[in-house]
């Protein structure tokens, strides 16, 4: 397993950026994929964006392509989500997760992964 802390959230106005990260502790970090989700109160986790374990793979959801852009970086045991062209249909807690997932279907599904983080809150309003 391994332990995982998103930061970087806040409030951002449409049109605006903001970059999230997510810092995994533990010698494993390299050998999971991982994957970021957002989540609306009452509604589903909803897949965002997902990074292959030596970061050459990347995928996002339709609603984000081109406006997101997943990275990882080794030597820092982090991966983060830069998020411009931000829109109000954006706003939800989002949540950082590593998993074993190697199938690109499974790795837009929560039950691909087995650890996540606490979430940390993005709110696009003017």
């Known amino acids: 397993q391994v332990q995982l802390v998103e930061s970087g959230g806040g409030l951002v106005q449409p049109g605006g950026s903001l970059t999230l990260s997510c810092a995994a502790s533990g010698r494993t970090f390299s050998t999971y994929a991982m994957g970021w989700f957002r989540q609306d109160p009452g509604q589903e986790r909803m897949f965002v964006a997902r990074?292959?374990?030596?970061?050459?793979?990347?995928y996002y959801a339709d609603s984000v392509k081109g406006r997101f852009t997943i990275s990882r970086a080794p030597s820092k045991n982090a991966v983060s989500l830069q998020m411009n062209s931000l829109k109000p249909e954006d706003t939800a807690v989002y949540y950082c997760a590593a998993g074993n997932v190697v199938s690109p279907y499974l790795s837009t599904k929560s039950a691909g992964y087995h650890s996540w983080g606490q979430g940390t809150q993005v709110t696009v309003s003017s």
């Open positions: 990074i292959s374990r030596n970061g050459d793979t990347t």
